[in-house]
């Protein structure tokens, strides 16, 4: 596949992904390499890594706890700790390699290492290849609050090679999905069909697929880069789906994916779009419908509902008080900065559960 390439960094795919990387090595001087890994990534992808790597540089591995309960500063912490006692100095790279955990916060600590080193990310999770690697956001959660700490800088590389997705669970799978779907519904209704159509896919149209969302992406961020404006409409599902995420983050029956709680989000926030913005109710139902035959469904029980709308006021979104959210007057046509009462949103939550 032909590199995409953006403003300030290239997206390497597949296989010719690693020539590149080797090439810019090469032509830069770098002290050394260190290389961030999770504690599934450090055994199911590291070795492929390792081995496509050409260089005399040395090469050391940090590797961090998996889950999104240790993406926070405490995290951030061992890391920095780690490259000051193996002598990391500003002409070190860094190379993130696992799921979105690893891209945000290892992207968070090279921006922060002596003001600043080189990072590449090498995304390992679809969600991540889709998503968390593209557009310079990098950062880690506050206590269960996501995304509270970060800052907006870019890779200097992204490399995407699918046979990473090798080593997911379907569930994993389907979270990433998730992201997909929300490119579609804010930008394009064929897209957002073609992924439906699951049972229809070869290897090489997700490949495809991938390829198409990340080009969905870059074309808003490249726009937006800083999110004032149009970068917001990303955000679809994600106000009430980062809350709801944030609710059942260390709850021990109950945790979700990121793409299950912006599953959950869409579906109540489409249910919305068709309460304010005249979006067709019956198409917002069949959207339910698909998403709920992926996903399944999460009891959310009523006496919960206000506890995750009150988490909604930390998203970074808001303005003046304001919880905003993005929301479609049609599929491919998002509306930012919409302001919803919480009738209306526990309404969303009955809508859900019908």
Known sequence: MTPIK???????????????????????????????????????????????????????????????????????????????ELSADRKSLMINLGGGVVTDLGGFVACTYQRGIQFVNIPTTLLSMVDASIGGKNGVDLDHIKNQIGIIKTPNMVLIDTSYLDTLSSREMRSGLAEMLKHGLIHSELYYNNLTALSKLTIEDLDQLIYDSVLIKKAIVEQDPTEQNLRKSLNFGHTLGHAIESFYLNHETKALLHGEAIAIGMILEVYLSAKLLNFSLDKATRIKESLIKVYGKVDIPTK????????????????????????????????????????LIINSFKFYNE
């Open 304 to 343: 919960d509902h206000l506890a995750i709308i009150d988490l909604m006021k930390f998203d970074k979104k808001n303005e003046k008080g304001n919880i905003n959210f993005v929301l479609l007057e049609a599929i491919g046509q998002p509306k930012i900065n919409c302001i919803v009462d919480n009738e």
């Open 6 to 84: 953006t403003q300030d960094y290239s997206i390497q795919f597949n296989q010719n992904s690693y020539s590149a990387l080797n090439t810019y090595i090469s032509e830069n001087t770098f002290s050394n390499i260190f290389i961030l890994v999770d504690s599934n990534t450090s055994s199911l992808c590291l070795p492929k890594l390792l081995s496509e790597l050409t260089t005399d540089l040395a090469i050391e591995i940090i590797e961090i706890e998996a889950g999104e309960q240790h993406k926070n500063i405490e995290t951030c912490l061992g890391v920095w700790q780690t490259l000051s």
